[in-house]
Nanobody, 124 residues
Framework: QVQLVESGGGLVQPGGSLRLSCAASGFTLDYYAIGWFRQAPRREREGVSCISSSDGSTYYADSVKGRFTISRDNAKNTVYLQMNSLKPEDTAVYYC?????????????????WGQGTQVTVSS
């Protein structure tokens, strides 16, 4: 059975860092693009970052460029999101998702499988 499990969320002060993990089972992540999305209260789900399956190209929302870094470890079948210089507006539930390809990575409808989400709260 295909499954994605996020972990690593928590409470952090503004300016702090967290690393989120997305562990896959039931299939191999090597052949898929993986996206990170987030959803804050009263907001629609927002694309945060994506990493391709072919050449490892990465993509980021303007709001997180220079602060977040996406990476993958194929040996562990896991994708990571390193989040630095966190701001209160980064507070949200973060989800990872998988697609076999998309010309519009921010479109959540392109993704086939989703994790359960992990809460990130940035507050002083």
């Amino acid at each position: 059975q295909v499954q994605l499990v996020e972990s690593g969320g928590g409470l952090v002060q503004p300016g702090g860092s967290l690393r989120l993990s997305c562990a896959a089972s039931g299939f191999t992540l090597d052949y898929y693009a993986i996206g990170w999305f987030r959803q804050a209260p009263r907001r629609e789900r927002e694309g945060v970052s994506c990493i391709s399956s072919s050449d490892g190209s990465t993509y980021y929302a303007d709001s997180v460029k220079g602060r977040f870094t996406i990476s993958r470890d194929n040996a562990k079948n896991t994708v990571y999101l390193q989040m630095n210089s966190l701001k209160p507006e980064d507070t949200a539930v973060y989800y990872c998702a998988v697609t076999d390809g998309s010309s519009w990575w921010e479109n959540s409808n392109e993704y086939d499988y989703w994790g359960q989400g992990t809460q990130v709260t940035v507050s002083s």
